[in-house]
């Protein structure tokens, strides 16, 4: 078949392997292959995983250089599996989808009006790939320099300024203890605080690195134990009266040990929701950033932005820190089958069978997906899972999930957040509705189960 997959972070150099004896065609909007960490270059930017569980199973490396590998590591690991497989040859960069339309065969407009036809679509741009700036009163009246982290301005030096810093989530905890000790004055602005877990990183030793390198076994031990504790985290969040108890506990001594003598700033940053509830973060330098001297948090709600300042606070430069319209996904590219987009399709929220597919679209393949992100292990899991059973999937031809099927299963798996604590506040987890749209309710072990074997029974042939 031919098949087209928009995307070449992860998940499509995934599906690209797992599909290999297709006819494929890779089409990205970024002038490389690589994803979110070749966007992502900010600072400090690292993976929360371990790196010997946010790599391929099939394509384990035994040289990181830490146990969370930093930015410029997993690309070059994303370019090299991609050079190994030849999947780079099948790129085409800096194609940026405007629209796929099904008439019997997906045909795939770019914005500059370029075609492609394909049997089958994989869409793989995720779930973090279009950055979020809230709407501020007089943001456009700013005369100083503002970018977004996912936007990082390297031309720009914040050596000796005033920075504002608007967001304190997992991309800020990277990055303000990088620029902490650089710029003149930072204000962080908060709007909820968060839990964390401690996370060092430091390079491991020459012993350790031998160990894992030369020693057979060590590395899948690693990973195995990796495995089980993100599955723990998972049922830590599934359980947040019982088993829930323990991650609160444990982050609630780390952090007021990281704030020991600065009861103010601790009672600050403490967060109001039930742990788990947001993404739990993992660093053990963001929290003594804030208690720095030139380091000030703000908590309250920003009013207004003015031509020198956020509030009456006096600043150069501003870094958005807001994340990702993560419940997004591909919007705003359009898709169509039969006169109906996906848009109309959920409009009452995003929804997929197992978050692949999607009835009434034929041949359409989601990979990270509706519900398929993880909160405590490693979305590669994920995406080995999906390609796995995309492979399945056009064995049968050209298919498509019935919608019986679909609504049973999306029945079903958002029944499965009750009690959780994903429903216990408003995160991005969750929709304009309440909804949970982007978080799978269980472990990674049940997903990889469920998705194991593609039952043809779920499937039909569409009609002309």
């Not at 303000?176 to 430091?202: C, H, S, Y």
């Not at 848009?343 to 990979?367: C, K, N, Q």
């Not at 031809?397 to 499965?416: F, K, P």
């Amino acid at each position: 078949m031919r098949v087209a997959i928009i995307g070449a972070g992860f998940g499509g150099i995934a599906a690209a392997i797992a599909l290999s004896h297709h006819q494929i065609v890779i089409l990205d909007r970024a002038p490389e292959l690589g994803g979110t960490w070749l966007l992502n270059d900010y600072p400090g930017a690292a993976c929360d995983v371990p790196a010997h569980l946010y790599s391929y199973s099939y394509e384990q490396r035994r040289h990181w250089t830490r146990i969370c590998s930093l930015r410029d590591e997993i690309l070059a690991y994303i370019r090299d599996v991609a050079c190994k497989h030849g999947i780079d040859a099948l790129v085409t960069s800096n194609v940026e989808v405007e629209r796929a339309d099904w008439d019997g065969r997906w045909t795939i407009t770019s914005s500059d009006q370029r075609t492609w036809e394909a049997d089958a679509l994989i869409v793989a741009t995720g779930q973090l790939h279009r950055t979020h700036t809230p709407r501020i009163t007089g943001a456009e009246t700013f005369a100083g320099h503002s970018f977004h982290s996912a936007e990082w301005d390297h031309g720009y030096d914040l050596r000796g300024k005033r920075v504002a810093v608007i967001g304190t989530g997992a991309s800020a905890a990277q990055f303000v203890p990088e620029i902490a000790d650089q710029v003149e004055r930072l204000v962080v602005f908060q709007r909820t605080g968060n839990w964390f877990m401690p996370r060092k990183n430091r390079a491991y030793p020459k012993l350790v690195k031998a160990l894992v390198r030369y020693v057979p076994g060590v590395q899948a031990l690693r990973r195995g134990f990796i495995f089980q504790y993100g599955e723990f985290l998972t049922r830590m969040i599934r359980h947040p009266r019982t088993w829930g108890r323990i991650g609160h506990l444990r982050s609630a001594l780390f952090m007021r040990y990281q704030l020991r003598g600065h009861p103010e700033l601790r009672r600050r940053v403490w967060p109001d929701y039930t742990f788990g509830c947001k993404r739990v973060l993992f660093s053990s330098h963001f929290l003594p950033a804030l208690a720095r001297e030139n380091v000030e948090l703000v908590t309250d709600p920003i009013t207004a932005i003015t031509p020198d300042g956020i509030d009456g606070h006096a600043v150069d430069c501003i870094i958005y820190g807001t994340g990702f319209r993560a419940a997004d996904f591909m919007f705003p590219m359009q898709i169509t089958a039969r006169g109906r987009s996906l848009r109309e399709a959920w409009v009452d929220g995003a929804h997929a069978h197992l978050g692949i597919t999607v009835s009434g679209f034929p041949s359409l393949y989601l990979m990270y997906g509706p519900n398929t992100n993880t909160s405590g292990g490693s979305i590669i899991v994920y995406l080995e899972a999906q390609a796995a059973y995309i492979r399945q999937a056009l064995q049968l031809g050209v298919i498509e999930v019935r919608a019986d099927v679909e609504a049973a299963s999306d029945r079903a798996l958002q029944a499965r957040f009750a009690g959780t604590a994903w429903t216990r506040c408003d995160s991005w987890y969750r929709d304009e509705h309440g909804r949970v749209v982007t978080n799978w309710p269980g472990s990674m072990r049940s997903y990889q189960e469920r998705t194991r074997t593609l039952d043809r029974t779920e499937f039909s042939s569409p009609a002309p």
